[in-house]
């Protein structure tokens, strides 16, 4: 039997419905932007294994720390102890963050540093005595599938069997072009009420919205209406940081504010092993000391700031600082934006879309939807031609680690237009 045989016979896969899913792809070795088959078949990984890779698979250095790290220690608990790749992470992090941001609170993955994000937020106001309990969000975001997460995210049929467990949100429109002011309004009306603790935002990229991308002045407007009214902002920085936008996060793109706390996860370990962080400012954490012990920060995982994660979060964050890191983030955007410029003009492609190294084509299908038919004939043009690209319904992004080569790159542009061409 096949080691994919062998799945089909136990497993149950993520956002898959196993009914007509096929075999999976066995994958026996990564190396680069390159991921090999039992088969022995090599894949350009270009949506970087659900955007967590940065600097490619099994990479030699994180590799090598890692390996040092287990031989000295694997695993503590995290409330009363501390170990050395937790704190040089959380300082490594604190230097590339934005200054406010003044302490690090580890967790999982990008949902769970969603949910201590909110519980941050909120319980802030509840240890002040105040009762703000409302969350603003976009309309079309996604933070995640545990519950609270699924809160602050789009309704959808990801979350419709779920939608009376789910906690009130106040939701706005994402401000795309030309919708702008009417978000901006939207924030403004909801600002007035005294019951707003906090909004919740992927900045500049809703990811699972399809890559939908709106400019950094509008959000820099939207944040300081919630400063003007005390309300917290969230920074959802699962999928956008760690150069995914062309700088170190999407929100060092704002020129007048910086956010209260951010999410981090995916990139964080460039994509070697789950990790979870949410960092805040001064003013957040000073809210939770007190004499009272009621009002502690009443959470943790068994796996906090687990030493294997960290180790590979301080190697990562080292790589993605090297100028050679840099330079190949720089070289992704311009290739694409030579592409984009290219591709606009194909009468298949109605819109063609790009934040730093995240470019998205959305193909004219009729319509725009997660369930479109069309994504699976897409998913599987793109394999049969040795690429991993996971089309958003009808529309198709390329999300690369950094490493991908140039000859690499144009291999998936060539998928793109083949996909194009098919439309045709
Ligand atoms: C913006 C954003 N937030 C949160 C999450 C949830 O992260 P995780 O899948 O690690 O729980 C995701 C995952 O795609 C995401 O894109």
Avoid at 63 to 83: D, N
Avoid at 246 to 274: H, Q, R, V, W
Wanted: charged share 15%; aromatic share 10%.
């Amino acid at each position: 039997m096949t080691l994919a045989e062998r799945d089909a016979a136990v497993i149950w896969h993520p956002y898959t419905q196993m009914k007509n899913a096929g075999l999976p792809l066995a994958i026996t070795k990564g190396e680069g932007a390159l991921l090999f088959d039992e088969a022995g078949n090599a894949y350009i990984d270009a949506v970087s294994s659900w955007w967590v890779n940065l600097h490619g698979h099994s990479h030699p250095y994180i590799a090598q720390k890692i390996a040092e790290q287990l031989q000295q220690l694997e695993h503590v608990i995290f409330a009363g102890f501390t170990h050395q790749p937790a704190v040089e992470l959380a300082e490594g992090l604190l230097k590339v963050l934005p200054e406010n941001q003044k302490r690090i609170f580890y967790s999982d993955n990008g949902s769970t540093a969603v949910e201590v994000a909110l519980k941050m937020a909120l319980q802030y106001w509840h240890n002040q005595g105040q009762e703000k309990s409302k969350i603003i969000a976009f309309r079309e975001s996604y933070h995640g599938d545990t519950f609270g997460a699924m809160s602050v995210s789009s309704r959808s049929a990801f979350t419709q069997p779920f939608n009376q467990y789910l906690f009130d949100v106040l939701f706005i429109d994402v401000p795309v072009p030309g919708q702008e002011e009417k978000c901006l309004q939207q924030v403004t009306a909801y600002a007035q009420r005294t019951d707003v603790a906090a909004f919740i935002f992927e900045p500049l990229v809703l990811g699972t919205a399809g890559m939908v991308m709106y400019a950094p002045e509008v959000l820099d407007k939207t944040l300081s209406i919630c400063r003007e009214n005390q309300i917290f902002t969230i920074a959802d920085e699962v999928m956008t940081g760690f150069g995914r936008t062309g700088k170190n996060f999407a929100t060092d793109y704002l020129s007048e504010n910086k956010p209260d706390i951010f999410c981090l996860s995916k990139g964080l370990t460039g994509g070697t092993m789950a990790l979870g962080v949410t960092s805040c400012s001064q003013q957040i954490y000073d809210a939770f000391l007190s004499e009272d012990k009621t009002k502690t920060f009443f959470h943790g995982h068994s796996y906090t700031a687990n030493p294997i994660a960290c180790t590979a979060g301080v190697a990562s964050l080292e790589l993605l600082l090297q100028s050679a890191t840099q330079a190949n983030i720089a070289r992704i955007r311009a290739q694409h934006t030579a592409f984009r410029e290219k591709m606009q003009m194909h009468t298949a492609c109605k819109v063609i879309r790009q934040t730093g190294t995240i470019l998205a084509l959305e193909f004219e299908t009729g319509t725009t939807s997660y369930f479109n038919n069309f994504r699976d004939i897409l998913y599987n043009v793109a394999l049969e031609n040795k690429v991993l690209l996971r089309p958003l319904g009808n529309i198709i992004y390329i999300l690369p680690p950094y490493c991908i080569t140039p000859g690499q790159l144009e291999e998936v542009y060539a998928v793109i237009m083949k996909m194009a061409d098919l439309l045709i």
